[in-house]
């Protein structure tokens, strides 16, 4: 074969592997990076309210300083539909570029539609090609589309890393950090069940926090000043459906017991002395530990949480490593009775969010064995050892 014509051959064949008709330059896209799902208030029957948000590519990329065009990086189209994608086709066409969901970051159902289920979103996510497995998942208590249109990511110039910081940072105590995937493998498999960041306003604490601190116990946290496109508290599931709102309190909780919980800090009036506050820095010491007895009038479950704290922001007159002992007494109790209360309100809604059930079918040799126990109907009844060690180094020596 000459030159000429193996350089023919060669000519002819890039001619056929050029030109991709159907490949979209990066410009001719709108990338969405955030979904809200609600009831469509025009259908109530079967229709669903789509709210998509997509990165304005030119703001970004004109290199914009961060917080003056946070507010002006996104932008939000509202497509009434019966299915994610059908109102992705409908958009298509009110715009003149194509929306993508490969950089699609967070779904947010609102309160109404979780609770209805959420089980045909989730496999139609987890089985679609453009959307990743690591798409994040929260609830919003009023529509959802009012808590995308709040969003003014105006700290970061990328609204994708703006989510990724929201929800998946694992110092952030006051959150959950549930994904699609996660999502589907408990609906989908019947594993343990879960619980999705609350978006916009925090779920209220139902009074029982302490403002004056002349009471000893816990000091719950209060935000009701929280702006309407923060995220704190959680919704928890049971099965594909929502059941129960949560405090930040409760996700502290729900981190600690579910071994997430990385660090942060607990402040409580002690009763030596009920107007000082106490704050402790406490972090992750090991896995909790559980034991699950199947017994015939219910299933006991005793768990123990491991976590070590340092005495933080007490005044300098204040002799608080003279009591180390009792502050960790009082605090372990404090612990133990917060998160019994806790988990008895959630276990009450047959929300498994421990995956008590897979303990229980440990016990049993055959399936047929753990059918005949019937463990969905057994009450569940918790004792929590919480063992906060409480660090002694470092003190200063005082006389």
Do not use: W
């Amino acid at each position: 074969m000459t030159k000429k014509l193996f350089a023919a051959i060669l000519i002819l064949m890039m001619c056929f592997l050029c030109g991709c008709k159907r490949i979209a330059e990066p410009n001719d896209l709108l990338y969405a990076v955030a979904v809200g799902v609600d009831k469509s208030e025009k259908n109530e029957k079967n229709g669903y309210s789509f709210t998509i948000q997509y990165a304005k590519v030119f703001e970004i990329n004109s290199g914009a300083e961060s917080g003056e065009s946070g507010g002006e990086i996104v932008e939000n189209i509202t497509v009434e539909a019966p299915t994610l994608y059908s109102a992705v086709d409908v958009a298509n066409h009110l715009v003149s570029k194509r929306f993508v969901l490969s950089h699609l970051s967070i779904i947010v159902f609102s309160e109404e539609t979780a609770r209805e289920g959420i089980g045909e979103f989730i496999e139609l996510i987890n089985r679609g090609r453009e959307i990743r497995p690591d798409v994040y998942i929260a609830v919003a208590e009023g529509r959802s589309e009012d808590y995308l249109k709040n969003i003014k990511p105006s700290s970061e110039v990328n609204p994708a890393k703006y989510y990724q910081l929201m929800y998946d940072n694992v110092y952030s105590e006051y959150i959950p950090n549930t994904t699609s995937e996660d999502a589907y493998k408990s609906i989908s498999g019947g594993g343990r069940d879960i619980a999705a960041a609350l978006a916009g306003e925090p779920a209220e604490n139902g009074g029982e926090i302490i403002q004056n601190g002349y009471e000893y116990g816990l000091v719950r946290m209060d935000a009701e000043n929280t702006a309407a496109g923060g995220v704190m508290g959680m919704g928890v599931f049971s099965g594909d459906k929502l059941k129960i709102l949560c405090t930040s309190d409760e996700v502290k909780l729900y981190n600690m017991l579910t071994d997430k919980f990385e660090y942060g800090y607990i402040t409580f009036y002690n009763k030596k002395d009920p107007s000082m506050p106490v704050t402790l820095r406490v972090e992750k010491n090991r896995d909790t530990d559980y034991r699950v007895r199947a017994e015939s009038d219910g299933i006991k479950v005793k768990a123990e949480v491991h976590l070590e704290a340092e005495l933080s922001g007490l005044p300098q007159n204040y002799y608080g490593e003279k009591y180390i002992d009792e502050y960790e007494e009082e605090i372990n109790g404090y612990l133990k009775e917060a998160a019994e209360k806790f988990l008895n309100r959630v276990y009450e809604e047959k929300c498994d969010i421990l995956g008590i059930k897979e303990y229980v079918k440990r016990g049993f040799f055959t399936r047929d064995g753990y059918d005949r126990y019937n463990a969905e109907e057994k009450p569940v009844e918790f004792d929590i050892d919480a063992d906060i060690e409480i660090r002694r180094v470092g003190f200063t020596a005082r006389k």
